[in-house]
């Protein structure tokens, strides 16, 4: 059992930055795979980026390239998704999310193929994110 919560949601003008954290309990030692993803009203849940644990491999969405960083702390427990140079278009729930068991390719493809989302195993509450213009 793995859970997940996020924090550091809010709201933003166009070009700010938000840094949101996701803190993993439980059996975290057996999540390999771990990620933000983000739904807006009306729109498909899409992945943002994902980070495979211990060995520290990242994977991007194409729309976040150059703007987010997702990275783990020391303990290894905790997710962040460092977001710069925010849009509009970037207002969302975000939510964190893992899937034990896994493997890099696995993992990637949660972001790649978006009809992969349905088999991730673990999500967080949500946080809301912001970016007015």
């Known amino acids: 059992q793995v859970q997940l919560v996020e924090s550091g949601g809010g709201s933003v003008q166009a070009g700010g930055s938000l840094r949101l954290s996701c803190a993993a309990s439980g059996n975290t030692s057996s999540t390999l795979c771990m990620g933000w993803f983000r739904q807006a009203p009306g729109k498909e849940r899409e992945g943002v980026a994902v980070i495979y644990r211990g060995a520290g491999f990242t994977h991007y969405a194409d729309s976040v390239k150059g703007r987010f960083t997702i990275s783990q702390d020391n303990a290894e427990n905790t997710v962040i998704l460092q977001m710069n140079s925010l849009y509009p278009e970037d207002t969302a729930m975000y939510y964190c999310?893992?899937?034990?068991?896994?493997?890099?390719?696995?993992?990637?493809?949660?972001?790649?193929?978006?009809?992969?989302?349905?088999?991730?195993?673990?999500w967080g509450q949500g946080t809301q994110v912001t970016v007015s213009s």
């Open positions: 999310a893992a899937d034990p068991p896994s493997w890099w390719g696995k993992c990637q493809s949660f972001i790649d193929r978006r009809e992969r989302i349905s088999g991730v195993s673990y």
